[in-house]
Structure formats: C-alpha cells, structure tokens
C-alpha cells in the first residue's frame, strides 16, 4: 500500500522550471530571476512573458506581447449581459469564476483542445494566454461597477495592464505611485511554484480542457480563505482587532481556541515569505510618501506582527503574501471583496505558464488513493434494512 500523504505534503506533482522557493531562507525565483529584483525593475507585461515564455523578452518583443494585451482587453457585450443577472450580493470570486468559465462559450471554436497535436500548437496556446490574461482584469473590474448598478468603465489602450486596471476601478487616471505599487503587486503574485489553485490548473489542463475552464478551476481554487481568499480575511481581522493595544490579548485568545490567524503561515515558508517584507516595505514608503503617518490597521498589523513572532514563530510560522496586501489594495480604493480577485488576475500568469508547461508533456492525472471504505459485500434489499 502506498503511503498516504495528508495535503500531499511534500509530494512532487509535477516537474517544473517556471518558478521555486527556498523556504528556509525565504528566497522565490521566477525563471531563476529573484523575486524582488522583479518587483523592483520588471513589469507585470514582462514578468507575465518570462513565466510564460522562459526568457525575459527583448524590448521588441515586449511591445509586442503590450500591443497583443492591450487589443485583447474588451469583452463581447453578452458577457456583460450575463453578469448582470449575477446576483450582486455574490462573492466577486464567484462570480470571476463564472465569467471565465463563460467565457469558452462566448468564444467557440479554436479555444477547444481537441487532440494531443494541440499541445504542440504554441501559437494556439500564446493567443489564448493573451486574450486570457487581458481580460481578466477587464471582467474583475467591470463587476464592480455592474454590482453597484452602473455601466462598467471601458478599458482604455494608452496605459499599461497596472494602469488600467486602476482606471477600470476608479475611473480616474491613476496615481503613478499606485500604478505602480499595483504593477509590483502583480509581478509578486503572478506565480508560486504548485500550489493549490496552480494544482488545479494543471489537473484540469491535463484533461485538455479549455483553457478558459483550466483556469476557472484554478480561479475556484484560489478563492479559499486557506489560499487567495486569506487577504480578505486579513482585513476583517485587523478590523475585528481594532487597536494595536488589543493585539496581545486577542491573539493569545484565539490561539487557546486554536483559531487561524489570516496571513499568517505556509507550507513551504518556515521564515517570513519575501512578498510580505516587500509589501510591507511598499506599504512603509507609501506612508512616508504620504505625510508619515501610519493607518490604523497598519499600526495593529504591525503589532500582531511583533505579536505572533513571539507566539508562532518557533512553529516557522510567519506572515506570508496576504497579511500586507490588502492595505496597499486598501490605499487604492479596492473594495475588500476584491483583493482575492486581484490575486487572481495576477496569478492568472502563472497558472497559464503552468498550462503551457503541462500540454508540453502532457499526462492525465489520476492519482491513487488509501481506500478505507467495506470491501465487497451482498445488496440487501430496502425492506430488509
Ligand atoms: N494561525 C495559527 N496557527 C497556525 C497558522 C495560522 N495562520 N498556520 C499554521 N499554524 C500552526 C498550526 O496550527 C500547526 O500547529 P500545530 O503543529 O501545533 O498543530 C502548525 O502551525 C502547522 O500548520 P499546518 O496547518 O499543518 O500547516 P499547513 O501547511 O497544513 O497549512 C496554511 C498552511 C497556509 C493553510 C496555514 O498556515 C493557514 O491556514 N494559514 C492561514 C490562512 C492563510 O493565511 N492562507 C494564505 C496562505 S498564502
């Protein structure tokens, strides 16, 4: 009998080169590229066709690969049409999930995998990662507004993926701080090695699904407060806080109840994840920028920071990428429900790369399992029962 391991932890399930992690020394790579040199110098465009492509692009290439997202930014009217039957008291996550999913309905034909020879099409594969990704970002922005009642805010070509999104939201130009606090944001969470919701991208993928469900899949997946859906619940949580002098007592009463603590733990990192200390030091300097003064919630995340170390850290148990990104989201006039979105669009990048890598060499996953059930036994008839 094979052994069983719980969350297959540590289970290899698959062979990758697109991104690794270093989780004692809190090191992520992107194509061996690290992660905060990325943050610091790429963009989202370009770190999207690094983990896409495996090489960073040239600038013509680049331009390119812009042009190609930008082209691809509009929805087909009847998409709107069908969110505006989503009732608008629904999580934004399902309903991304739904819209995706639509998606390979609305756009028939070729965005059907069909034969192994598909796998080898990387012009297939490319296009539909394109139009993939640069609509992503148009349907999370368009619910905002169809939810409140409003005509959604049509994307514009002049600005660059982080600038647009940003314009989609809020309809103003956007501030270049945020844009590009928006644009680091993307790049740190566009891709992580395989975790739950790039699992379920490459499951659905090895099906040769379409890639618009592969990606509905990993877009369900992430939802979860144990994975995206944790930024969310980091907010609330803080609020719930309320001040930075009630960190101690509140903390020391949920860990006696042995209750989660968002944004706070991981797999695979034993020592604070390299995102959160670059969103936090993003965060840092945004607050600088504006005046020096902290928010409040900054203040209380940074004393449950101080907190928990002394609690949880002997468990290498840190805070990871959620715990400060919903306070630079926060900052730009995001709506709570729709950080885990935003997650999304970003990591829509890696879980496409995921895709690609998985139809390259592609096997149908089918997994054993450690049956504990009866073993054969003889039907009794519902009268006997
Ligand atoms: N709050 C309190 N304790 C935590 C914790 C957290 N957020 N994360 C881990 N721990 C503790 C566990 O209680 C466990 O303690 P024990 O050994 O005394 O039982 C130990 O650390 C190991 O945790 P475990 O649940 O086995 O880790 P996992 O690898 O199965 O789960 C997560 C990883 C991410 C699901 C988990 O850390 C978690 O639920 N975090 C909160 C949700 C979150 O922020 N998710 C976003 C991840 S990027």
Redesign the pocket.
């Known amino acids: 009998m094979s052994e069983y391991l719980?969350?297959l932890?540590g289970v290899p399930a698959t062979k990758s080169n697109i991104s690794d992690l270093d989780g004692k020394r809190g090191i992520l790579t992107y194509r061996g590229y690290r992660i905060a040199d990325l943050a610091r110098c790429s963009s989202f465009e370009e770190t999207a066709m690094l983990l896409l492509d495996g090489r960073l692009p040239t600038r013509k290439e680049l331009t390119e690969f812009d042009h190609q997202l930008r082209d691809n930014r509009r929805v087909k009217y009847n998409i709107r049409e069908m969110m505006k039957y989503l009732p608008e008291t629904g999580h934004p996550m399902e309903m991304l999930q739904s819209a995706i999913a639509a998606l390979s309905m609305f756009y028939p034909g070729d965005e059907c995998l069909t034969g192994s020879d598909v796998c080898e099409d990387l012009n297939y594969v490319h296009n539909m990662s394109v139009k993939i990704l640069a609509r992503m970002a148009t349907i999370v922005a368009m619910w905002e507004h169809l939810r409140n009642g409003y005509d959604p805010i049509e994307p514009r070509r002049d600005l660059t993926y982080a600038e647009n999104l940003l314009y989609m939201f809020n309809g103003e130009d956007p501030d270049p701080d945020y844009a590009r606090i928006m644009d680091a944001c993307l790049i740190l969470h566009a891709e992580h090695t395989i975790?739950a919701s790039t699992f379920a991208a490459l499951v659905a993928g090895s099906t040769l699904a379409s890639p618009y469900l592969v990606i509905a899949a990993a877009v369900g997946t992430l939802a979860g407060?144990?994975?995206?859906?944790?930024?969310q619940?980091?907010v609330q949580m803080l609020r719930e806080i309320g001040s930075p002098d009630r960190v101690e007592a509140w903390l020391d009463e949920?860990?006696e109840h042995?209750?989660?603590?968002?944004?706070?733990?991981?797999?695979e990192y034993k020592v604070k994840?390299p995102r959160a200390t670059i969103l936090q030091n993003m965060m840092m300097e945004l607050m600088e920028k504006r005046g020096g003064e902290v928010t409040p919630l900054f203040e209380i995340a940074l004393a449950l920071e101080k907190a928990?170390e002394q609690r949880?850290g002997a468990?290498?148990?840190y805070p990871?990428?959620?715990?400060y990104s919903g306070l630079l989201y926060l900052q730009m006039g995001i709506p709570e429900d729709q950080f885990t979105s935003i997650f999304a669009v970003a990591r829509c990048a890696g879980w496409l790369a995921h895709w690609r890598e998985q139809l390259k060499d592609n096997r149908i996953f089918r997994p054993t399992q450690v049956y504990t059930g009866e073993q054969e036994r003889d039907y009794v008839p519902i009268d006997q029962r």
Do not use: T
Not at 320 to 323: A, G, I, L, Q
């Open positions: 719980p969350g932890e975790n407060p144990l994975h995206g859906g944790a930024n619940k980091v949920q860990l042995k209750r989660k603590i968002w944004g706070f733990g991981h797999r994840d928990a949880l468990k290498g148990v990871n990428v959620d715990f």
